[in-house]
């Protein structure tokens, strides 16, 4: 059955000498696999999350299409060219990567992904990026934290709440400008302000958030690339 889908590509492998599996997130069907026969030989490029429309065929019992044609359906003029953004794209694909794999169709999820991609290539301030990628994401997700109080002075990462007692261990985030600045990530409220260190430190800080309530997550080999390009 011949059909078409928008989709976002996570990644490739090598299939024959000539062709590639193609990985994307697409709109209609989720997370998909397909066969780009000649894939290697074509003078197309194949970037990380970038968004294209496939034409493709795919048999019912089958877990691989076959792709007949692949277009552009955006081109980002600066997405792929400055060094801060190029690195931002890698953190945004190891964190799908790892989280996509069984995701069936969202097309909230979809839109927001296109919509973060489009938001950076326009991004005149990458070092906010990642935080509000991650927190947003993670709402998308399923694991936007509770808020247990009108006021919240601690984030208990492990119990997944902004809380008003402590319920102790290193979990547990009990700097006010900290809270505030991760409080912000999740339910973003006027123009905040925050240093470059309490954004690295507030990132850390997502991320192990994450690493709790997500599966075998680890950025680890990410990070340290991601702390030397954009937060020196």
């Known amino acids: 059955m011949k059909s078409k889908d928008l989709g976002i590509l996570l990644d ?89 794999r069984h995701q069936g169709a969202d097309p909230q999820l979809f839109y927001f992904l296109r919509d973060q991609l489009v938001a950076l290539e326009t991004s005149q301030s990458e070092r906010k990026f990642p935080t509000h990628f991650l927190a947003q994401y993670l709402m998308l997700l399923g694991y936007a934290p ?12 492990q119990k997944g709440s902004f809380c008003g007692a402590a319920q102790g261990g290193a979990s547990c985030v009990q700097d006010p400008t900290l809270v505030a600045f991760l409080k912000a990530q999740f339910w973003p409220s006027g123009d905040l302000h925050f240093s ?24 680890d080999k990410t990070m340290e690339i991601l702390h030397d390009t954009l937060y020196d």
Do not use: C
């Open 146 to 157: 509770l808020l247990e109080e009108q006021e919240q002075p601690i984030f208990d990462l």
């Open 196 to 219: 470059g260190a309490i954004q690295k430190e507030g990132l850390g800080i997502l991320i192990q958030y994450a690493t709790f309530h997500l599966a075998n997550f680890n950025l």
């Open 12 to 100: 490739k492998t090598f299939y024959s000498e000539s062709s590639l599996v193609l990985h994307f997130y697409t709109l209609e069907r989720g997370f998909q696999s397909y066969i780009f026969k000649g894939g290697l030989k074509k003078r197309k490029a194949l970037n990380q999350l970038g968004l294209y429309e496939l034409s493709y065929f795919k048999r019912p019992e089958s877990d691989l299409g076959i792709i007949n044609q692949l277009d552009f359906a955006w081109t980002p003029l600066a997405l792929f060219e400055h060094p801060q953004k190029v690195m931002l794209v890698f953190f945004m694909t190891d964190i799908l990567q790892q989280t996509l």
